[in-house]
């Protein structure tokens, strides 16, 4: 018999000895892989270093803020300035959202103001109609009411009626002062504007005729009142409220219409005067003291050296 433990058997898988069973093919150089082997001299590997986290960068100082504290601000710890820098943004960002609520309503305000103008406007239009529609209408309803005893009357006999007329003559009233104050307040205007058109055309004349005399002026005058036949109230009418009498333009042919109009005044007051004529020999000069006898005899009231003398003077012609 054969031991089990006999350690001699051969090996075999089967009927096949592990020997004879095929293996790999063995590599060939250029198969093996090659190792990096240049060892550090302790033999042991070194760790990869890991990539450098890159630099936080410094935190601005807020708007605003001086030399002094922004260098103190720099000092700061950045938590602290990260804190800092949060809370000005939210108050940066709050104050625009304020600001941009208020101009919001301004808008809003400045819109509700314009349409309130408009109907004041357009109410002020309407003013002079809206006068004399209702006084025909108070007249209609309360023509009968003609003095202070009608009135008294209403009161005691139909107090309804005397309310509603109260109520109507107040309203009238009301209505007709504003209509009158902005009658009033139109002409103001329109006169403001006049005296400042008047005003720069004066201007423009002066610089145009520097060298007006009053007595020009008094011509001016007299030709207005003589040569065109207006009076003085209205020419100031004209004046203060025709702006083509007023301008530069109608002062200019105004100064030149009155002085030819004195031009030709005085050709018409100059009378030519006749020269006198010449006297005779031993004739009165009548400019002169009378020195003849004839004229001495008279005057002595001695007729008969008159008649001899004038007698005399007859034989001589």
Known sequence: MTDQNDNSAPDVIGETP??????PAPATPSQIPSYDLDLPPDHHAQPTPS?????EQPIAAPRGYTAAEQKQFASLPREAQEAIARRESDRERHFHEVRG????????????AAEIRQAQVRFQELLPNLATGLERDFLRDYGDIKSEADVTKLQEED????????LELTKLRDIQAQAHARAVAEHNARQAQFEAFGQQQDRI??????NVTQAEWAGVRRYLSEGLGLSEQQAMHLWF???DFRSAGGQQLLLDASRYYEGQRRVRQARPVAPPKPLRPGTHNT????????????????MDSFIRQRNRNGKAR
């Open 205 to 210: 004349f002066q610089e145009r005729n520097p």
């Open 159 to 166: 107090p309804v009626r005397f309310a509603r007329f109260s």
């Open 51 to 55: 990539p450098t986290a890159p630099e």
């Open 241 to 243: 409220t025709s702006p």
């Open 287 to 302: 400019f002169g003291p009378a020195t003849d006898t004839l004229a001495l005899a008279a005057a002595k009231g001695d």
């Open 101 to 112: 609520k208020l101009a919001q309503d301004q808008r809003t305000l400045e819109a509700a």
């Open 18 to 23: 592990i020997a004879s069973m095929p293996g």
